[in-house]
């Protein structure tokens, strides 16, 4: 369907490349104070625009998750497993909610068409549980430092990232060192603190995985007795928008107006707007030889538009609206 819109606007269709700092802090999905969502109504996913949090529920035995969880719990003063989903700050980095990594917890990076990105930084912290569990020791863990204080005691935060192409590598974290010659030195993070992930020093621009894991002084049988869980709020990183590969293609074809632009192909498809935060704002179906998508459609500032036919061919092009 065609739309006529008057505005004293000019649409600008970028060839080169931009680049933007994406915050994603989680707080997409909204949810009350003092909750968590592990899974169990909708397990599999959460998703933030190019950032989705794999999550594992299973319902044997009552239920129990690994992966991430959200959480808005703020109990910084109960030990023990019952109270896993809090972090020992009482709540995000700078807002309510924040996710709970478990075992080996997995973010699925997913860059749209036309996109990369460049991992630079995470907060993270403590949770409650593991927190006390090296402060005091538990049933199953030791007190970190032991009773004389002097034990070399760690807990390490990993973060592994894996992609199409890319030799694995690896960053890590320290959530707890006591290996100082100092013990005055010895710390358990008990506040949020950056996790620097600019050491990965590539481009994701295809499906890749960010896994954490962990490793401890306090093992048995192979096995960790450190409650092996972390917080984490505000992944932050550098979105890069490439050069649009609509071109001259006879196929396709994009020309610009006062207050729209058309979208020319003889395919019949989908049309999809994004912000720059890879966030979904609007969707057309392209049904006739041209489509007009009018400005006020489009969000202020860059957007990419995704064109997919029906045979799976995908062409994007960047526009900015004043």
């Known amino acids: 369907m065609k739309q006529q819109v008057s505005l004293s606007v000019t649409l600008v269709i970028f060839l080169g490349t931009l680049n933007a700092q994406i915050t994603e802090?989680?707080?997409?999905?909204?949810?009350?104070?003092?909750?968590?969502?592990?899974?169990?109504?909708?397990?599999?996913?959460?998703?933030?625009?190019?950032?989705?949090?794999?999550?594992?529920?299973?319902?044997?035995f009552g239920g129990f998750w690994d992966g991430f969880a959200l959480s808005s719990m703020r109990n910084d003063s109960t030990p023990g497993f019952a109270n896993?989903?809090?972090?020992?700050?009482?709540?995000?980095?700078?807002?309510?909610?924040?996710?709970?990594?478990?075992?080996?917890?997995?973010?699925r990076i997913d860059p749209l068409l036309d996109q990369s990105l460049r991992l630079s930084s995470v907060q993270v912290t403590n949770t409650t549980y593991a927190y006390f569990s090296m402060l005091n020791g538990d049933?199953?863990?030791?007190?970190?430092?032991?009773?004389s204080g002097d034990d070399p005691d760690y807990f390490r935060l990993h973060a592994v990232l894996q992609m199409p192409g890319y030799k694995s590598d690896t960053l890590t974290f320290e959530l707890a060192d006591f290996t100082f010659n100092d013990s005055n030195e010895d710390f358990i993070l008990n506040e949020w603190?950056?996790?620097?992930?600019?050491?990965?020093?590539?481009?994701i621009s295809d499906t890749a995985h960010l896994k954490f894991t962990f490793?401890?002084?306090?093992?048995?049988?192979?096995?960790?007795?450190?409650?092996?869980?972390?917080?984490?709020?505000?992944?932050?990183?550098?979105?890069?928008?490439?050069?649009?590969?609509?071109?001259?293609?006879?196929?396709?074809?994009a020309i610009h107006g006062h207050s729209s632009f058309k979208l020319t192909s003889a395919?019949?498809?989908?049309?999809?707007?994004?912000?720059?935060?890879?966030?979904?704002?609007?969707q057309w179906m392209h049904k006739s030889f041209q489509s007009e998508i009018a400005f006020s459609d489009l969000p202020s500032g860059?957007?990419?538009?995704?064109?997919?036919?029906?045979?799976g061919v995908k062409k994007s092009l960047k526009v900015f609206v004043p």
């Open 302 to 311: 860059w957007s990419i538009i995704v064109f997919e036919s029906d045979e």
């Open 193 to 203: 603190s950056t996790f620097d992930l600019t050491g990965f020093d590539t481009t």
């Open 84 to 107: 896993q989903y809090s972090s020992i700050t009482a709540g995000g980095y700078d807002s309510e909610i924040y996710a709970v990594g478990y075992s080996n917890a997995q973010m």
């Open 215 to 253: 490793s401890s002084s306090d093992t048995s049988f192979g096995f960790i007795n450190t409650p092996t869980y972390v917080c984490l709020d505000n992944l932050t990183y550098t979105l890069i928008l490439g050069a649009s590969d609509f071109g001259n293609n006879s196929d396709f074809n």
């Open 267 to 282: 395919t019949q498809g989908k049309i999809s707007a994004y912000d720059i935060g890879g966030r979904l704002v609007n």
């Open 25 to 60: 802090g989680f707080e997409g999905d909204t949810m009350p104070l003092d909750t968590f969502k592990n899974g169990s109504e909708a397990g599999g996913i959460f998703s933030f625009s190019n950032i989705h949090l794999l999550n594992n529920y299973d319902t044997s």
């Open 139 to 147: 049933a199953f863990a030791k007190k970190f430092g032991g009773q």
